[in-house]
Nanobody, 123 residues
Framework: QVQLVESGGGLVQAGGSLRLSCATS????????MAWFRQAPGKEREFVAA????????DYADSVKGRFTISRDNANKLLYLQMSSLKPEDTAVYFC????????????????WGQGTQVTVSS
């Protein structure tokens, strides 16, 4: 089993930036595909970005492409999400997820989840 702990959320003005982190334990980090999802109030959890264990291919939701950057630090077992040019519609709880086998945008297919970190963007 993989344990995931997100951090770095907070309140930021529109146009600002935040960097989220996800610390992992319980399994070799380099053996895991990793991703970020988010869930806004009253909405379903949605895909944000994913990075495979190889790090060679990265995928983004159209809504964040060009503004968000996902990256991983295998040596320190950390996943990051650098968010720039934030918009009020980016307000959500952001979740880190991991899986040794699945890589994609389907939420239910990912095996392990963190508790989430709140990001609030004010207009």
């Amino acid at each position: 089993q993989v344990q995931l702990v997100e951090s770095g959320g907070g309140l930021v003005q529109a146009g600002g930036s935040l960097r989220l982190s996800c610390a992992t334990s319980g399994r070799t980090f380099s053996s895991l595909h990793m991703a970020w999802f988010r869930q806004a109030p009253g909405k379903e959890r949605e895909f944000v970005a994913a990075i495979p264990k190889s790090g060679l291919r990265i995928d983004y939701a159209d809504s964040v492409k060009g503004r968000f950057t996902i990256s991983r630090d295998n040596a320190n077992k950390l996943l990051y999400l650098q968010m720039s040019s934030l918009k009020p519609e980016d307000t959500a709880v952001y979740f880190c997820t991991a899986d040794p086998n699945y890589y994609g945008t389907v939420m239910s297919a990912w095996g392990s989840w963190g508790q989430g970190t709140q990001v609030t963007v004010s207009s």
